[in-house]
C-alpha cells in the first residue's frame, strides 16, 4: 500500500486515482476545480466511462479515495504524486505548459522527504528543466525533497478502466533506481511488458506512439477516398491487408479522421519539436493536412448530395463526441464538420446519446434532440459521425417516414450499405457505397 497523489482528477487523473486505489493504495485527488471535487466526494462521476461510477463508490466507500482542492494536504500526504493536467494545443500548435507550470509551482511549496513526482501529461521535451527551475526557485533540490519521472499514458477514452487494468506496456522514464523501483512496485498488480527507459525516451515513445496511431488513420482514409474513385469496397482490401502480421487490423477503420484531445494536439507537438530542432517532419505534416482534406472530404459529400449552398436544408447529425463511449466532445471532428456546414447555411438538428451537455456549451444553433428519429424528423439528410452502438438498431422504415429524404452519410461505416439500400435509402459511407 502506497500513498499517492494525483494533481489534477480529469479524464486520466481520475481513472489513474481509482485504478491505484482499486488495488489497495491510498488515494488523494486533488483538483482547482471546486465543483468537480465537490460532484466526485458524492460518487458522482463527471466522465462517462463504463464502471467508473462503480468504481468511485466503492473506492469511496472503502476509504482508498479521497478528493481535496488543498496542496499542501496532498503533497504531504502523498508519496508519489502524479502530475496529470492537461497540456492542450496553443493557436500556433505548440504544447501550452500552463497547466503543468502552475501545478508544478503550487506543488513545490510543500516539497520534503524525497517525493517522488511522476509526470503522465503528455510534455514535450525541455519541461522537465522549466519543472526543476520551478522547485529550483522554492530552494528544493532533487535527490532531497524530490525526484522526478516521466510515466506516460496510453489508455483509450471510451475504454479507459479496462485499459488502465489491462495495460498494452507501462513506461517508466527515470534515472534512479530508488524512482524506478518503486514505480514499478506501485504498478506490479497490472500485468503488462515495463519498459524502463529515459525521461526523454520515455517522452518520444508517447509523441512516436501517438504520431503512428494518428498516420494509421490518415492512411487508410487516403485509401478509402481512392476506394470511392474506383467502387471498391475499402471494408474488402483491409480484409485482405489485414493478415500480413507486418500491417494487422487493428485501428484500420475509414472515417472522418481523428479528433478528440490527444492525436491531432500530440501530433502537432511533435512537429514543433522536430522543427525547434532544426529538423522538418514532412511526413508528420502530410498526416495532419490529410486529416484536415478528410473533413471537407465529408462536408463534399453531403454538398455531392444536396447543393453547394445548404440553406435550404436540414441536416440530422448522429454522434457528437470524438468517438463512442465518452461524453467527451473536445476537438470533436462532429463539431468542426457542424461547423462548416453551418458556414454553408445548413440547418442542424443532432442528437448523441452522452455528449450533448458538453456540445451544448462549445455549439450553439444547432437542435439538440431527444433521439435519433426526432433529430431526423423532416431532414433531408443523416449525417453519421460518432459510431455510437444504439445507431445500429436503427429502424429504417421509421427513419424513412421521417425524413423529407432518404439520404445517408455514414461517416463512420457504422450501418449496414445493403440494409440501409434495401430500405430505398441513397447510402454512402466512407470508402464504400
Ligand atoms: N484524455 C486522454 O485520452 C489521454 C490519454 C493519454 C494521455 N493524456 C494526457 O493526459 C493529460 C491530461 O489529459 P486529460 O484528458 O485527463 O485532461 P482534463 O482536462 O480532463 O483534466 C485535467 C484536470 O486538471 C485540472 N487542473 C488544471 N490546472 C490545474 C492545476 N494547476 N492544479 C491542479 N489541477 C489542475 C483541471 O481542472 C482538470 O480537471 C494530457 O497531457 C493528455 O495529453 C490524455
Redesign the pocket.
Known sequence: MRNVGI???????LVTALGLAEVGNRVIC????EE?INLLKKGISPIHEEGIEELLNRNIKEKRIFFTTDFQETIEKSEIIFI????PSKEDGEVDLS?VI??AK?ISKFLKNRKIIAI???IPIGTLSKIREIFSKEGKKEGDEYELAIVP?????GKAVYDFFNPSRIVIGAEKDYVINSLKDLFSPFQAPMVITTPITAILIKYASNAFLAMRVSFINEIANICERFSVDVFEVIEGMKYDKRIGGEHLSPGIGFGG??LS??LMGLIKMAEKSGYEPDFLRAILEKNEHQVRHIVYKVKEQLSDLLYDYTISIWGLTFKPNTNDVRNSLAIKIINLLKNDGANIKAYDPYGMEEAKKIIKDVEYCNDIYEASKDSDLVLILTAWNEFKKVDFLKLKRLMKKPIIIDGVNILDPKEAKNHGFIYKGVGRE
Not at 499514458?153 to 477514452?157: G, I, K, M, P, T
Request: aromatic fraction near 6%; include cysteine; proline fraction near 3%.
Open positions: 494533481i489534477g482528477t480529469g479524464y486520466i487523473g486533488l483538483d482547482i476545480d468537480k496529470c493536467v492537461n497540456t497547466q502552475s501545478s503550487s503522465k501529461s503528455t499514458e496510453f489508455l483509450r477514452e484531445p490527444c494536439k500530440d
